[in-house]
């Protein structure tokens, strides 16, 4: 038991949560929904902002995982938060700690740049998840999806990182067959890891005798079905993603008063970084 005399003085809750998934689709032991739904998040402390500054940490993703241990304890695994509900923990983390969140902007009626401050609890609000319960049809299959987890994107980012990283090469001076191998083998690469990807979001395939969750087995009929079935996967996979995602944000200018919608997504590095 901690008998500290100063426990009443340590950080409490400043922010209760209820994840866009409602904790649906969770591995047992990852996640502690309390009766409510509601997660409590803790401010960051000043460990917490030392590790938000540590580059290796924030590349690997163990950064990003130590902070969401700290400020929702309820989340027992940090790798397994669902893509569609990692924005919602980012942001009320950064609402909790009373940090501001600012973007750029630029208007394209005047060119002005300026500065705005977001509205954290009105874009919590905003967020919803995509509608993982639908199956998809296709033929006489039914294909069922879910939402990858953070260490699937995590490591997925990864191995854009090495692939961005080997074209480089490409921007030297080298002969212009051997560009031509480097530029041929990363989009092999590209393609081979979208498919990759694809096969884990997809929770299993309905045939008329069988239902197949063998994740070999679903990214085999991946790379064997016919271009016009993996487009149709491939797009609705990223349709219910989208359905997740943060929405443009509407802004007015304050030089010339012109109102207009800016992508907004969060760059991790630059969230916590």
């Known amino acids: 038991m901690n008998t500290n005399p100063l426990r009443q003085y340590f950080r409490r ?11 649906i689709g969770y591995p047992a032991g990852a996640l502690t929904l309390p009766e409510n739904g509601e997660l409590p ?12 500054k540590t580059p290796d940490a924030l590349f690997n993703g163990t950064a990003v995982c130590d902070i969401i241990k700290s400020c929702v304890p309820d989340i027992k695994d940090p790798w397994a938060v669902q893509g569609n509900d990692l924005d919602a923990i980012l942001i009320a983390i ?20 300026a500065d705005f401050s977001l509205n954290l609890p009105s ?20 294909i069922k999806f879910r939402p990858l987890t953070y260490k699937e994107m995590n490591e997925a980012a990864l191995s854009q990182f090495e692939i961005n990283k080997a074209n480089t090469l490409i921007q030297t001076d080298i002969p212009e067959e ?47 079905c016919d271009k016009n079935v993996y487009v149709t996967l491939r797009d609705y996979s990223a349709k219910l993603r989208g359905e997740s995602e943060l929405k443009p ?7 010339c008063g012109n109102q207009y919608e800016q992508p907004f997504t969060l760059n991790i590095s630059d969230f916590f970084g």
């Open 13 to 23: 809750p400043a922010v209760y949560l209820r994840l866009p998934s409602n904790g």
């Open 41 to 52: 998040v803790f401010p960051m402390t000043a460990i917490d902002e030392i590790t938000s």
């Open 94 to 113: 950064k609402a909790a700690s009373g940090d501001q969140l600012t973007i750029g902007s630029s208007c394209p009626k005047c060119q002005n740049v």
């Open 123 to 142: 874009i919590l609000a905003s967020l919803k998840a995509g509608d993982y319960n639908r199956e998809l049809e296709v033929n006489d299959l039914k």
């Open 178 to 224: 051997q560009k031509q191998k480097i530029l041929e083998e990363a989009l092999r690469q590209i393609t081979d890891q979208t498919m990759v990807l694809l096969s884990k979001s997809i929770e299993h395939i309905k045939t008329p005798t069988s239902v197949v969750d063998n994740k070999d087995y679903i990214l085999d009929f991946i790379k064997n």
């Open 249 to 255: 944000l509407q802004i007015t200018c304050e030089s």
